[in-house]
């Protein structure tokens, strides 16, 4: 009976051993289940799968990095306080509201969101510095309050020499003015001295740009006006009426207008109208490349170009809706210019060799990449922001190339004018003749007037 026992408990000691085992080899198997073979070149098929390292736009796609933000030193706040300027200061005007939240709103991207960072001027025809401190200066702000200096002229061009001097790569440089150049003379006189004061203006520019790329926008806004009108042939009259006014905000460094751009929505000042970006281009050229995904027909990759731009024993779909036809989709990174999205997506911006046309152009968050898109991308380092879906029936062998247009602004020719009297909302005295020559100033810089440029060898 004790040679029974003590079988009994041999044999329970070793079923527990064995179940033990059992147990840490189920365990181990689990451990390395959803382990990727350290060998394997191919890429995870489960387009939901998580990129820890960085923000996903689409399935495995990270998005653009961020670039790294830090606060800026100092905003340099000019405001034109010729006596153009009074009538927006009468009242609970939309101008007076607009500064307002255009300054608090700026006081969140200075050091430790302090307001001492304000540097404020008045400026007509020489600058005028005033308080630093961001309430006092809103509090003055009336006829009485900006009344320093002499008021009955404004310099616009040397209000741009100065705003643009203070401009550097630390810095925020923003300028308030009605935008109207102070003309003298005959009526007759005036178009003649306004050639004149532009092709300064735009050589004040080109000089400040080859010295820093400084960015600048320009918005329109409108306000109620309860004052004296100055139009161009001296008679001036009371007016009660909406005008426009211009704020102009320069830029020393990209990552500043994107910590702007993050923190002031623009098109939320009171009396927004519009707005215009210019920039000086960066010499690396934009990323792009083909992938492999809603292609139409068929191509193969050339083995010696790892962008995937030159394609290969190219052919027309034979068969289906889109039959006759060949096309392919091209990524590319616009992360590094400051356009708007519906800028990059609006096909009629773009040109192409003739026979060619885009079909539709949309960012990366509504496309659908494949596991292989994905394993193309991480492989060439590329990080795309938008798909440009191209198309041709009479395929032939050639260069194809593609460019993004810097457009004209319609907003700023249907601004311009060159009769104010009498004044209505939304005219400006030679306003359209003024941009003019910021916009030849960064062509002149930049050397074209293209914001991309995109070559596709294609070979039958």
Not at 254 to 278: C, V, W
Not at 317 to 343: E, I, K
Not at 370 to 391: M, R, S
Request: charged content about 20%.
């Amino acid at each position: 009976m004790g040679n029974i026992l003590i079988r009994k408990n041999i044999f329970g000691c070793c079923k527990t051993y064995i179940n033990y085992l059992l147990l840490l080899g189920i365990l181990a198997l689990c451990t390395n289940c959803g382990r990727p073979n350290p060998k394997s070149r191919e890429p995870e098929r489960d387009n939901k799968s998580v990129d820890t390292n960085s923000q996903i736009v689409s399935g495995n796609i990270p998005a653009p990095k961020p670039m790294k933000m830090r606060p800026v030193d100092s905003v340099n706040f000019y405001l034109e306080n010729s006596a153009s300027m009074y009538g927006y200061l009468k009242g609970g005007t939309e101008f007076k509201t607009a500064l307002n939240k255009l300054l608090y709103d700026l006081e969140l991207i200075t050091p430790n969101q302090q307001s001492d960072h304000f540097r404020f001027f008045y400026i007509n025809d020489q600058a005028h510095p005033t308080t630093r401190n961001l309430q006092a200066f809103l509090q003055n702000l009336s006829q009485q309050g900006i009344h320093i200096g002499n008021t009955t002229t404004s310099d616009l061009n040397l209000i741009f020499e100065t705003v643009l001097e203070q401009s550097n790569s630390e810095n925020l440089g923003i300028m308030v003015t009605d935008a109207i150049f102070d003309l003298n003379g005959r009526p007759e006189e005036a178009i003649s001295q306004l050639e004149q004061a532009v092709s300064r203006t735009r050589n004040i520019f080109v000089r400040k740009l080859k010295q820093n790329p400084v960015e600048t926008v320009v918005i329109k806004l409108g306000s109620q006006f309860n004052g004296t009108y100055y139009p161009f042939d001296h008679k001036p009259k009371e007016i009660t009426q909406q005008r426009p006014y211009y704020i102009w905000l320069f830029f020393g460094q990209r990552s500043i207008i994107r910590q702007a751009k993050d923190t002031i929505n623009t098109k939320h000042l009171p009396g927004y109208m519009n707005e215009a970006h210019f920039f000086v281009m960066d010499d690396a050229a934009i990323p792009y490349t083909i992938i492999n995904s809603g292609k139409i027909g068929s191509f193969k990759y050339d083995k010696h170009n790892k962008l995937h731009t030159v394609l290969d024993d190219c052919e027309r779909q034979s068969r289906g809706s889109n039959q006759g036809s060949f096309g392919f989709n091209l990524a590319v990174d616009y992360s590094c210019l400051p356009l708007a999205d519906d800028y990059f997506c609006n096909t009629q911006n773009y040109t192409l060799n003739e026979g060619w046309k885009i079909r539709e152009v949309i960012p990366v968050q509504k496309y659908d990449f494949t596991a292989n898109d994905e394993y193309h991308l991480k492989k060439i380092g590329q990080k795309p922001t938008h798909i440009i879906k191209v198309e041709i029936n009479n395929l032939t062998t050639e260069v194809l190339n593609i460019y993004l247009k810097r457009m004209p602004f319609d907003w700023i020719e249907e601004t311009g004018t060159t009769n104010d009297n009498p004044p209505d909302t939304i005219s400006t005295f030679a306003f359209n003749t003024l941009m003019r020559s910021v916009v030849e100033a960064y062509d002149n810089v930049n050397g074209h007037s293209n914001y991309a440029h995109f070559t596709i060898n294609i070979n039958k």
